[in-house]
């Protein structure tokens, strides 16, 4: 009858390890089936197989042969996880191949274990990797943007204090020198050994929760994201814009809104159908947003009209940009089946002013310069007549 505590702590990891390589698996396959995600479930299947080699060590014929197939399980879990947090983040400061560096780690393994025996060194190393590649882990995440999500942070930190558990145990293991047996009796009874199921599990959970906070936030991003430009819809925008008209009141900075549309953009979907229809907003978009600040709001508002908010923009500047991307888009003709089809647009501009209580206020005087310009003939900029007063050299300026 079994009775080492030992061989029911590692029956627990089994049996947690295999769940949670499921868990990851069908996350896999229901989330839009993401490598990194992938690559864990791959790494805590491997992890099932590292602990259960762990605990059948008489399946094999000797030390060496159970040491080295169990180190492979070992370095495989290290190598996907690591690599499922490059994956996750596109980081750019660890290489993207990890295996040569593993296949590295294990020669060592083989080294000390079958061609020159330290014990020591042979048990020392997968647990040094395991430290190094969860302190990656952790830097990874954490660099990944500028403000880490509250998910994010306890993924980092659980892996940081799992690998601070894990550097000790490899170098204690390391200093035992050659003697196999010292070796193991003191690995499996150390209470760093004995803390392991509650890091392992604990850090597991994390990054679950963390690849729950990832879905999340691609769900808001979906309700915000128009899905054909990749701009804001008009429920983004007016999150956005309503965030930016705020700071700017606070701070009495400046702020223009430009309200602009396609001109006779039904003449392009029946002459050419709906899918150049689509080529023609998405192509419009991307001349929006080209040269644009990071602080500026631009969106798909309805059919073929969008919006930009310019914060710090004053209602000359505001003009400048209007009337540059009028004369760009005329520039940029679509090419629809190798013809050129030059498309234009109509822009309407306000600026901010001191009775206005939020940005729909000015986004209403940029709608209605924006009508003014169409009547006016299309393909030019206007303003919101209330706003402007000439000055005595013929130039332009607000009101406000």
């Not at 000797?62 to 080295?68: G, Q």
């Not at 150049?276 to 059919?303: I, N, S, W």
């Amino acid at each position: 009858m079994v009775t080492s505590p030992v061989f029911y702590v590692q029956l627990s990891l089994v049996m947690t390890s295999a769940m949670i390589a499921v868990i990851f698996f069908l996350a896999w396959k229901t989330l839009g089936e993401k490598p990194h995600v992938l690559n864990w479930s791959i790494a805590f299947v491997a992890a099932t197989l590292y602990w259960l080699l762990n605990m059948t060590p008489g399946w094999f014929p000797n030390f060496e042969s159970y040491w080295l197939t169990a180190s492979v399980f070992g370095f495989v879990l290290v190598t996907l996880g690591l690599r499922g947090h490059c994956q996750r983040t596109n980081c750019a400061f660890v290489p993207k191949n990890l295996w040569p560096i593993s296949g590295l780690l294990y020669l060592v393994v083989v080294w000390a274990t079958a061609v020159k025996p330290h014990a020591g060194l042979s048990v020392a190393v997968l647990p040094f990797a395991s430290a190094v590649t969860l302190l990656l882990s952790a830097i990874i995440i954490l660099r990944h943007r500028t403000r880490p999500r509250p998910a994010e942070w306890a993924a980092a930190t659980s892996m940081g204090v799992f690998a601070l558990v894990q550097l000790p145990v490899a170098g204690f293991l390391f200093g035992l020198g050659g003697d196999r047996e010292l070796v193991f009796a003191q690995l499996y009874e150390h209470p760093a050994f004995l803390a392991t199921p509650a890091g392992f599990i604990g850090m597991a959970m994390f990054v679950i929760f963390m690849l729950a906070s990832d879905v999340s936030e691609e769900m808001k991003e979906v309700a915000v994201r128009d899905q054909l430009t990749s701009l804001l819809n008009r429920r983004g925008f007016n999150e956005q814009g309503s965030k930016v008209f705020a700071s700017a009141c606070r701070a009495s900075r400046p702020l223009s809104v430009i309200m602009t549309d396609i001109d006779h953009f039904k003449e392009v979907n029946d002459g050419f159908g709906h899918a150049a229809g689509d080529a023609a907003l998405a192509h419009f978009a991307d001349l929006l947003v080209t040269d644009r600040r990071m602080e500026d709001v631009v969106a798909r508002v309805g059919g073929e009209e969008f919006a930009i908010v310019l914060p710090g923009t004053d209602l000359a500047g505001s003009i400048e940009i209007a009337d540059e991307l009028c004369e760009r888009l005329e520039a940029t003709p679509l090419v629809v089946d190798g013809r050129d089809v030059v498309m234009t647009a109509s822009f309407g501009v306000a600026t901010i002013s001191n009775k206005d209580n939020c940005l729909t206020d000015v986004i209403v005087r940029a709608d209605r310069a924006l009508y003014r310009s169409k009547r006016a003939g299309r393909n030019r900029v206007d303003l919101e007549s209330s706003q402007l007063m000439r000055t005595m050299d013929g130039t332009l300026k607000s009101v406000s």
